[in-house]
């Protein structure tokens, strides 16, 4: 094998590896439905006419959503587009009761929401682990002709029918749990922070976008406590329009309980980068305006204490800030004091009060459809009724 095509095959790998975070997956949903209820009519020696003993139809299976904090990417839906439950069986003769359909559950990580596929609409939101949402109800059984027996109606040759299926478009979104969120533009030096304050190895280069994919890391603190730090990807003016890769990944920052911006000491006006990163938050969701936030200037290193000062004065005054380098250390123990002194304000953002606005479809860069087909045994089977039965009762 040639050299190119090793250097090839390496390269693709490297992708794949790289690629295992999907937050954002697009599937086809049905309930099951409800099987109809028996028109049978009881037959046994020496009882000629015993009447109708039509049973109930079963219950079609529903589809559950359920938090599973085991998963932390919706990869394991990418490959399963279509979600089918069981279909309810029908009743039969002595009053027996048909099989309920068997539900289909979904397992999903915590902190998914889920939009409809068609409008966009907001479902639901799955934050705790072992959480269930029904997300469609299997259609109910129908009843047996026993159940419409009356003194002057003491044959009914009639049951009802199981009601039909629930079928939707979903669309599931990832919105990572994390205590801190890291906002800042394009090399910044995000996930160089990151790597620093914990044991994750997110990917650091000179260049812009490197991060591709949100990173979380564990942020060690005194006494054996610990808070959660998320990487997000870069952000750049005009990304709540759609614009780079911000969109796809902003969703993400309304999950995180305190927001630290980060701006670089060589940035050519601090508080203009600030401004135009917040202004990209509250544009996307207005809530986020809300959320606690603190400025930290990175790349501090190449700057001595009279340059702290005078950048010091373009700082806006309303959010806390402080200095630090993470290649030289200086400062990381006073910006986790900080942080954990923010995380643990008695008036800190509460996550479940965030409010999911409806998604907008037409910049959802990645909505695909797909095509499906309604399976064979969709085909609703008519019963087949013996006349001789109902003429016995004439």
Known sequence: MSTFANHWIESQSNIMSESNFVDYVKIYCRSGKGGRGSSHFRREKYIPKGGPDGGDGGRGGHVILRGNRNYWTLLHLKYERHVFAGHGEGGTGRLCHGKDGEDKTIEVPCGTVVFDGETGEYICDITQHGQEVILLRGGKGGLGNNHFKTATNQAPRYAQPGEPFQER??????????????????????????????????????????????????????????????????????????????????????????????????????????????????????????????????????????????????????????????ITQLNITQLKDLLWKELNNQDFHDIESIVHRPMDIKLEIEDDDFDYEIPDDDVEESEEYDEEEFDDFD
């Open 169 to 326: 478009k979903i669309i599931l979104q990832l919105k990572l749990l994390a205590d801190v969120g890291l906002v800042g533009f394009p090399n910044a030096g995000k996930s160089t922070l990151l790597s620093v304050v914990s044991a994750a190895k997110p990917k650091i280069a000179n260049y812009p976008f490197t991060t591709l994919e949100p990173n979380l890391g564990i942020v060690g603190y005194r006494d054996n406590q610990s808070f959660v730090m998320a990487d997000i990807p870069g952000i750049i003016e005009g990304a709540s329009d759609g614009k780079g890769l911000g969109l796809r990944f902003l969703r993400h920052i309304e999950r995180n309980s305190l927001l630290l911006f980060l701006v670089p000491a060589d940035a050519d006006d601090i508080r203009k980068e600030y401004e135009i990163l917040l202004n990209e938050l509250i544009k996307y969701n207005p809530e986020l305006a809300d959320k606690k936030r603190i400025l930290a200037i990175s790349k501090s290193d190449m700057l001595d204490d009279e340059l702290m000062e005078a950048l010091g004065a373009e700082i806006p005054e309303d959010v806390p800030c402080l200095f630090f380098s993470s």
